[in-house]
């Protein structure tokens, strides 16, 4: 069986991913035409950027508050 550690990390580490998917399809949906201008060293440094304040700042702190809310409800700990 997989223990609880395991599936609450595996449960972090989808979130995360769906999150940072969302993230990056909003910004280049919003603001693609004008990155296209900006070499690509640009457009990778102004995108990361933005993912990794959005991850750290507003969507981790909720993921991982979900997660331990997740695992207490099913009677484990993390």
């Excluded at 603001?31 to 981790?60: E, H, K, Q, T």
């Amino acid at each position: 069986m997989i223990s609880a550690a395991v599936r609450a990390r595996a449960a972090t580490t989808l979130a995360a991913w769906a999150a940072a998917f969302g993230i990056v399809l909003v910004l280049l949906t919003l603001f693609g035409d004008a990155l296209a201008a900006l070499a690509m060293p640009a457009r990778a440094l102004l995108i990361s950027g933005v993912l990794v304040v959005v991850m750290v700042n507003l969507v981790m702190p909720r993921v991982s508050a979900a997660v331990d809310r997740w695992c207490a409800s099913t009677g484990e700990d993390r």
